[in-house]
């Protein structure tokens, strides 16, 4: 990947943008897609406008809001995106949702982008290009003691009761909506870190991936293994992003959490 690369990035963010501006969050109607997950009018209009704008010529593609092509697997360049990533937090009018874009090379999330219009919070990053949060360099926290960590969690999750055990611990938790917003705040150093122990999609954290790395942090699988993207079934069995200098911390209180 290269520079121009994170420039078509912000250009696709910008003009899905100007899309959304047709849209009212918390005043839109949706439907349940076959799984369960929400669907509005306003993520498949992102989806035609970020799929119009990113691949080109040899470059795959791979969205929530369209059908898979698994000839997506023979490119070395693959796009992977999630157009409303926290389409609940959408419906409901909560400013915690996000587009979501990342671009994957050999199996490695190489550059990403997340934009926030409720917020107005555009984050940009790539491999040895460092993170930007609305054109300014940002830079991870540098923390390595778990203790005091702000850690950002899923509010379904937490509803459901999966981060009982986490509760605790001593760190401090907090509750937010898209898993690619979270990843994104992480890698512009506004949190320590962020976890999912339940299967993720892809799009959901390809472009988080790729920022956090962007920015020196470690992300990897609930066994520590890397994550690898563009597999045949574009699903993890979950995600961990922190700080560098917390990855083995944070490796040692999930075990100790899941065990108690």
């Known amino acids: 990947m290269n520079e121009r690369d994170l420039i078509r990035i912000e250009r696709a963010l910008l003009a899905a943008e100007q899309v ?13 897609k076959a799984g369960g997950d929400p669907l509005t009018m306003a993520d498949l209009a992102v989806n035609e406008v970020l799929a119009n ?5 040899g470059e795959g593609w791979l969205s929530e809001e369209t059908a898979d092509d698994a000839s997506r697997l ?6 992977v995106v999630d157009p409303i990533d926290g389409t609940r937090e959408f419906i409901q009018g ?11 090379e050999a199996g490695r999330a190489v550059a990403g982008g997340i934009l926030n ?43 459901r009761g999966e981060w009982d055990q986490f509760f605790k611990e001593p760190i401090s938790i907090r509750n937010v909506g898209s898993v690619a917003y979270k990843l994104g705040l992480v890698a512009a ?3 320590d870190g962020t976890w999912t122990l339940v299967p993720k999609h892809e799009w959901d954290v390809a472009a988080g991936a790729a920022l956090v790395l962007a920015g020196g942090g470690a992300v990897m699988n609930p ?38």
């Open 20 to 32: 959304l501006d047709g849209f009212t969050p918390g005043e839109i109607e949706s439907v349940l």
């Open 53 to 57: 704008i990113l691949p080109q010529p």
């Open 74 to 79: 023979e490119c070395s360049r693959v796009w």
């Open 94 to 104: 909560i400013p915690e949702w996000c587009i979501s874009v990342g671009l994957v």
């Open 117 to 159: 219009p409720a917020t107005g919070e555009l984050i940009l990053g790539g491999k040895g290009l460092g993170v930007t949060l609305n054109g300014r360099p940002v830079a991870m926290r540098a923390r390595s003691d778990i203790r005091g960590a702000l850690v950002l969690a899923s509010r379904s999750e937490v509803k």
């Open 189 to 191: 150093g506004l949190a």
């Open 223 to 260: 066994d520590g293994s890397p994550a690898v993207f563009n597999q045949s079934n574009p699903k993890l069995k979950g995600f961990i992003a922190v700080g560098s200098n917390l990855s083995s911390p944070t490796m040692e209180l999930i075990r100790r959490a899941q065990s108690a």
